[in-house]
């Protein structure tokens, strides 16, 4: 059994800071990622990082303003998030797969539940 705790998320100003953590235990993993979904939208991909070798994927909508990391020793993926605008509020979710692919939500296992962003203007 998998289990993923988020946590980290708040409010927060436009162009301001916050970082997520996800915490893993349980089977060894493939992909460690992050998806998110407002109110009204479906659930889309964010980023993701491979366990052993570290690649890392990103959505156009993010690159250059998050970063995706790993610490293997202590089971626990992080998300920085810089320079977050209004349209990144959305609950976060830490999502988990033993294989496949990166970007779409069937590929992945096992899921926290969720911690809320809210990015104020």
């Known amino acids: 059994q998998v289990q993923l705790v988020e946590s980290g998320g708040g409010l927060v100003q436009a162009g301001g800071s916050l970082r997520l953590s996800c915490a893993a235990s349980?089977?060894?993993?493939?992909?460690l990622g992050w998806f998110r979904q407002a109110p009204g939208t479906e659930r889309e991909f964010v980023t993701a990082?491979?366990?052993?070798?570290?690649?890392?994927y990103y959505a156009d909508s993010v690159k250059g303003r998050f970063t995706i990391s790993r610490d293997n020793a202590k089971n626990t993926m992080y998300l920085q998030m810089n320079s977050l605008k209004p349209e990144d509020t959305a609950v976060y979710y830490c999502?988990?797969?033993?294989?496949?692919?990166?970007?779409?939500?069937?590929?992945?296992?096992?899921w926290g539940q969720g911690t809320r962003v809210t990015v104020s203007s």
């Open positions: 999502a988990a797969s033993v294989g496949g692919t990166a970007y779409t939500t069937t590929a992945y296992d096992y």
């Open positions: 990082i491979t366990w052993n070798i570290g690649t890392t």
């Open positions: 349980g089977r060894t993993l493939w992909l």
